[in-house]
């Protein structure tokens, strides 16, 4: 098996997460397609119709980027648990399920009005979204794009709920007059997008960390099935502000014609379409680069200091082998210390002696008479001298 089979990012994230992520992700979609095309289908005159277009259009793109790349997921996860696919194959069936939720989601736009040119870009602006996510879901990173697609759902409802208490909010940052109420928007945007940022560095950090901790409790589990590298937390973190780019990009190219046609509404809808496109981009980058921040730093603060931490196995390895040469090493020196000997006689080394002295059978004085072996088997010779 090879590194990149055996790469912890590669590894399929659980089906029930992946469920949950798609019916959120989907659920969300539904909702702003069902409220764009109540919003279009209210207006009275065709130029409200258009603005209405223009402000529905980059939510629904974004949405439907979210819920391409869930899907995809999905039907990659269930697709896998039976046949093994390879990277054409995966890239294919994600790409091909993304354009499934595409259309899908094009029809409720389209329908609006059949013969209208303007729903007709837009539904083929969000299918091109949703076909986009489903080709990003096709990388071998299935826990990271499912991490910063769960942590995108959360910005969004971050989104929803700041937007209801709106008023509240900007009244907080000092609204009042014209000059006040632009101030405080522009500080409104700027801490939706800040806590927004923050949101999806914690939440994709958390999906990742739980999927580590459940690789590590499995009893199949091995060294290369756990722990990402810090840098897939920090682009599972900077995922919600890159799809929030890509979507921008979106409306702006292949949904030009809808924002040009809401800027020949007036001059101000042109200024006003030129400064909300502007701050969709802004926030979209900080969201980018507070959710990489905040996943490095949640990264970095379960990190221990080498101080503290066990040794690797490595460094096991190699203070055992170095505990064993230190021991054979005294053990040559003392097999090799001198022993003291009489004067002029050889030295000898301690097991030598040692081994003589084992050898020498032990003497014994009898009456002083002299010495004889104790033990020893007498011969005729010591008996005569013990009888004399």
């Given at each position: 098996?090879t ?12 089906r ?28 009275a ?19 439907d ?54 729903y ?22 299935p ?10 759902v ?35 945007s ?9 949101a ?31 840098p ?12 929030l ?17 809401a ?98 059978p ?7 008479a ?10 005729p010779r ?7």
């Open positions: 098996m590194d990149r089979q055996t790469a912890p990012e590669t590894i399929e994230e659980s029930l997460t992946v469920a949950l992520l798609a019916v959120a992700a989907v659920g969300w979609t539904a909702a702003m397609l069902w409220s764009a095309r109540a919003s279009i289908t209210s207006r005159d065709a130029a409200m119709e258009v603005t209405s277009t223009a402000y529905a259009l980059p939510g629904a793109v974004s949405a980027l979210v819920a391409g790349a869930a899907v995809a997921l999905l039907v990659l996860t269930l697709v896998s648990g039976r046949w093994t696919l390879g990277a054409t194959a995966r890239f294919a069936v994600a790409t091909g399920s993304g354009l499934l939720v595409g259309v899908v989601s094009a029809i409720p736009i389209i329908t609006i009005n059949t013969l209208g040119t303007i007709a870009a837009v539904g083929g602006t969000v299918a091109a979204a949703a076909t986009i996510g489903g080709a990003l879901a096709g990388l071998r990173l826990r990271v794009i499912a991490a910063a697609a769960a942590a995108s959360g910005v969004f409802l971050i989104g929803f709920v700041l937007n209801l208490f709106q008023e509240p909010v900007l009244n907080a940052f000092g609204a009042g007059d014209t000059a006040s109420s632009a101030n405080a928007a522009q500080w409104f700027y801490s939706q997008a800040a806590l927004s940022g923050l999806a560095g914690l939440i994709s950090y958390a999906l990742l960390r739980r999927a580590r901790q459940r690789d590590a409790s499995s009893p199949a589990a091995d060294d290369t099935a756990t722990g990402l590298r810090w897939m937390y920090a682009l599972a973190g900077a995922g919600p502000g890159m799809l780019v890509i979507g921008e990009l979106l409306s702006r190219t292949a949904g030009a014609k809808v924002l040009e046609l800027g020949k509404v007036s001059e101000l809808e042109r200024t006003v379409q030129e400064l909300l496109s502007t701050a969709r981009l802004n926030n979209a980058l900080i969201v980018l680069f507070a959710g990489a921040l905040t996943a490095i730093f949640a990264v970095g603060r379960t990190l221990g200091s080498p101080a503290d931490e066990a040794d690797s196995p490595a460094e096991e390895a190699a203070a055992t082998t170095d505990t064993g040469t230190r021991a054979r090493a005294d053990r040559a020196s003392w097999d090799s210390a001198e022993v003291e000997t009489p004067d002029g006689a050889e030295p000898e080394s301690r097991d030598s002696a040692q081994a003589e002295d084992s050898a020498q032990e003497t014994q004085d009898v009456g002083g002299g010495t004889r072996v104790k033990g020893a088997a007498e011969t010591d008996k005569s001298e013990a009888g004399a």
